[in-house]
Nanobody
Framework: QGQLVESGGGSVQAGGSLRLSCVYS???????????MAWFRQAPGKEREGVAL????????DYAESVKGRFTITHDNAKNTLYLQMDSLKPEDTAMYYC???????????????????WGRGTQVTVFS
């Protein structure tokens, strides 16, 4: 069974930056190059929402409109690590951030949590004004 472990969360003033990391072990029997990996977040009382995704085969990325231009998702294949660089943070970015992975579909652009079968436990990000 795959393991994904997030780190890098914390408290930061609005306008600041954080970099989240997600280290993963073998997620499934399919090679890493066939995965889609993503970051989701969930604020108290709200539904989990997709933030960004990365296709390990193509290197293609996609972002939620709310974070475009501020967040950058990257992947280090040699380190089995997914990153989320978050700049110009806003109080509304406050949430628990989760790393997710899946390899069953060709298209994950809708960033639906139900499409992802493997999840980490999350890391808390708090942005104060």
């Amino acid at each position: 069974q795959g393991q994904l472990v997030e780190s890098g969360g914390g408290s930061v003033q609005a306008g600041g930056s954080l970099r989240l990391s997600c280290v993963y072990s073998t997620v499934s029997r399919r090679p890493i190059s066939h995965y889609c990996m993503a970051w989701f977040r969930q604020a108290p009382g709200k539904e989990r929402e997709g933030v960004a995704l990365f296709y390990t085969m193509s290197g293609n990325t996609d972002y939620a409109e709310s974070v475009k231009g501020r967040f950058t998702i990257t992947h280090d294949n040699a380190k089995n690590t997914l990153y989320l660089q978050m700049d110009s943070l806003k109080p509304e970015d406050t949430a628990m951030y989760y790393c997710a992975a899946d390899s069953r579909r060709l298209d994950y652009s809708s960033l639906r949590p139900a499409d992802f079968g493997y999840w980490g436990r999350g890391t808390q990000v708090t942005v104060f004004s």
